[in-house]
């Protein structure tokens, strides 16, 4: 019904910056918060950043600072601008949304997600 991809993922060295997207697509209504989270391995799935329809951000303090997540509601699209990254950075990154589906429920969907691997 609804698919969430991400890309913009890859190696970087410690201090460089990465562009996450993702693009939601499929049969829905509306979507309203959308979301990046990250896992990395051995430890649990954590917030980086979340964005209301409206425009209003949430960070982790992990990443406060350093990343920008935006989106473009023309598009379907959520983007986490990421600069001076580190190696404690590397992770899965999943993309996530709250969307209103065509049957009016609201729904929580996750994107396949996309590797981010910073090098010392």
């Known amino acids: 019904q609804v698919q969430l991809v991400e890309s913009g993922g890859g190696l970087v060295q410690a201090g460089g910056s990465l562009r996450l997207s993702c693009a939601a697509s499929?049969?829905?209504?509306?979507?309203?918060?959308m979301g990046w989270y990250r896992q990395a391995p051995g430890k649990q799935r954590e917030l980086a950043a979340t964005?209301?329809?409206?425009?209003?951000?949430n960070y982790s303090d992990s990443v406060k600072g350093r990343v920008t997540i935006s989106r473009d509601n023309a598009k379907n699209m959520v983007y986490l601008q990421m600069n001076s990254l580190k190696p404690e950075d590397t992770a899965v990154y999943y993309c996530?949304?709250?969307?209103?589906?065509?049957?009016?429920?609201?729904?929580?969907?996750w994107g396949q997600g996309t590797q981010v691997t910073v090098s010392s």
């Open positions: 964005i209301t329809s409206g425009g209003t951000t």
């Open positions: 499929g049969s829905f209504s509306r979507i309203n918060t």
């Open positions: 996530h949304a709250v969307i209103l589906t065509l049957m009016s429920s609201w729904a929580s969907y």
